[in-house]
């Protein structure tokens, strides 16, 4: 499947990250998972965010019951790739450079992450 190249606010992301952690939630569950009370201005918050990120296709509504369901048809990788795709288009014209660069030289990457990276550029 293609990935949408959708930028994902913060406040959608919390809820993709509910989503991620289940099989399929209902709104209720996931304004449940979000806020400490349920209300009427939490579960249209949730409602709203919900209808975004089915407008952005992050998200897949089952109807096939009186309470609709919800899940993410992206998973966190999707996403991390879109939203650093789009910083690096902001920041340095689409170069995703710096970022590796950064990350190999404030040694945060591990052996484990270095050597992946090695076996993913020799393969191209």
């Known amino acids: 499947m293609a990935v949408p190249k959708s930028v994902v606010t913060d406040t959608e992301l919390e809820v993709l990250k ?6 399929s939630l209902s709104a209720r569950e996931i304004t449940q998972q979000l806020y ?5 201005s939490s579960m249209g918050t949730v409602q709203k965010l919900i209808a975004r990120l089915e407008a952005k296709q992050l998200v897949h509504r089952d109807r096939g019951d009186s309470v609709h369901r919800f899940n993410a048809v992206v998973t966190r990788q999707d996403v991390a790739g879109m939203q650093l ?8 014209e689409g170069s995703l ?15 484990k992450e270095k ?3 090695r076996r993913l550029l020799a393969d191209e």
């Open 85 to 92: 795709d789009d910083f690096a288009e902001k920041l340095s």
């Open 97 to 111: 450079s710096p970022f590796v660069l950064h990350l190999v030289q404030a040694k945060r990457l591990s052996k």
């Open 18 to 23: 509910v989503l991620w952690d289940s099989t």
């Open 115 to 117: 050597e992946q990276i």
């Open 36 to 40: 400490d009370e349920i209300n009427a």
